[in-house]
């Protein structure tokens, strides 16, 4: 099982709102567990995503929610796959200013 970690400036709400264009074709075959409890729950998924809400983080007056997530493939998705959800991942949940 293929799996990676991610540490998100977002937070829990931020992450449901954005986890359906997020996942694509994946969305229905995905489980989210956040801080023990699931908010998606897939029947068989393919991936699971698992997390825990870490402290926030302060840089002057701005507070920046952190979550930690990791995410887990089933070995019947090949390296491309997994390769492909984890950058459509990156894009819809990295956000940026300037």
Known sequence: MQQITREMGCS???????????????????????????LIQASQPLIVITGFS????????????????????????????CEQVIKRFDLYTRRGGG
């Open 54 to 81: 870490r402290p926030t983080r302060q840089i002057a007056l701005l507070h920046i929610p952190v979550l930690q997530l990791n995410l887990s493939f089933v070995k019947s998705l090949s390296p491309t796959q």
């Open 12 to 38: 829990i709400e931020d992450l449901v709102r954005w986890f359906p264009l997020a996942m694509g074709d994946f969305y229905s075959q995905t489980s989210l567990k956040i801080d023990g409890s699931y």
